[in-house]
């Protein structure tokens, strides 16, 4: 999942950026409300972690100018602002969901994951393919009930895959939720972190298309 950070603290920005990263997320970060105006114009994220109160243009200017494009990438506005008004007002506005500070990191990334699996139309986080099974909430994966140990990236690219079982998904879409900015990236990584998947899981369910990308699920000539 890759995630945008809207955040003008600069310790809370940066803070939640490595714990995002270190969960396996591509986590990127802006710190005011034009630079965020700008970055959802232009490029694709997966969630917005909206602050409210920004320099330069409020988070809820941000969020209606986002929700008047017709976009409707989800957003968790994560602010100070507790009162019901703004609560009611932020929800009204197009956000998806709402988070006061100071939260627990485990509470954010359980809403990450909701949001998720609403965006994806499943009821369980759990994901399956054949007898391959992944748990994004304990980052537990086991293939024939054997638990079978990733590191972090494995884990999101075997994620991105198995979100879409069958879908070809390309080298530049699985960067993107590998791959904050500023991150340093080889340019062979992901065959490198498919070979190590397949050596690990086998590669009967792991496929690589010469030239478009790869998919989880059975072979597509099978």
């Known amino acids: 999942m890759r995630v945008l950070i809207v955040e003008d603290d600069t310790m809370i920005g940066e803070s939640l ?6 969960h396996g997320f591509a986590a990127d970060w802006v710190r005011d409300g034009r630079a965020a105006d700008a970055v959802l114009a232009t490029e694709r994220f997966d969630a917005v972690l909206l602050d409210l109160g920004l320099p330069q243009r409020s988070g809820m200017q941000v969020l209606t100018a986002l ?4 976009d409707m990438t989800p957003v968790i506005v ?4 507790d009162a019901l008004a703004d609560k009611v007002a932020g929800l009204d506005a197009g956000a998806d969901d709402y988070l006061v500070k100071p939260f627990e990191l485990d509470e954010l990334l359980a ?3 909701a949001l998720g699996r609403r965006q994806a139309g ?26 079978v140990l990733l590191s972090a990236r494995e884990f999101a ?6 979100e879409r079982p069958g879908a070809i998904l390309s080298r530049a879409q699985l960067e993107d939720r590998l ?14 972190y498919m ?14 298309v010469r030239g478009l990308g790869y998919y989880a699920g059975p072979p597509k000539d099978a």
């Open 17 to 22: 950026r490595e714990a995002l990263r270190g």
């Open 67 to 70: 929700r008047g494009r017709s």
């Open 78 to 81: 994560v602010t100070a602002r």
């Open 111 to 113: 809403r990450l994951r």
């Open 122 to 147: 499943r009821a369980s986080t759990v994901l399956e393919v054949a007898d391959l099974r992944l748990d994004p909430a304990t980052r537990e994966v086991s293939r024939g009930g054997r638990p």
């Open 157 to 162: 690219l075997l994620q991105a895959l198995m």
């Open 179 to 192: 791959y904050g900015w500023g991150e340093e990236l080889e340019s062979n990584a992901i065959s490198v």
């Open 195 to 208: 070979h190590q998947l397949r050596r690990k899981l086998g590669d009967d369910l792991l496929h690589t």
